[in-house]
């Protein structure tokens, strides 16, 4: 008598989880795809602004090549030609076209230039 409504409510419980995880995958697959590189991106763009500096070489979102003057707090001027500067926002610089290298990057330099080195020291002593 009580083994028809058990087995009738199991069925709808089953129903239920078996209907809610196809959206469960769904909103997984959207954060891992979309979402979270996304902020990533956004979180090196915003790393990126935050680093500049007097001297780099910077592209804004509208083309504009130039060089940082100054910088303040919300805005930094570009020296675009010899006697032409202008101001814009932080947040129009798509980026920095001549980023420093790292320390990997200069000791990966200089263990080129010792070869050439040992080079010319071998070619003296001969």
Do not use: C, W
């Not at 959206?23 to 902020?39: E, G, S, T």
């Not at 032409?84 to 932080?90: A, M, Q």
């Amino acid at each position: 008598m009580f083994l028809p409504l058990l087995q009738a409510a199991g069925a709808t419980s089953s129903q239920t989880l078996m209907s809610v995880v196809p959206f469960i995958a769904i909103i997984a697959i959207f954060y891992f795809f979309i979402i979270r590189p996304q902020n990533k991106k956004q979180k090196e763009t915003q790393k990126m602004i935050d680093a500049l500096k007097k001297g780099d070489k910077v592209v804004t979102i509208g083309g504009i090549h130039g060089v940082v003057s100054s910088t303040k707090e919300k805005t930094v001027i570009l020296k675009v030609d010899e006697n032409v500067k202008i101001e814009v926002n932080r947040a129009a610089i798509a980026g920095v076209e001549n980023p420093a290298p790292a320390k990997s990057d200069k000791k990966a330099e200089e263990s080129k230039e010792s070869p050439k080195e040992e080079a010319a020291d071998s070619t003296k002593a001969e």
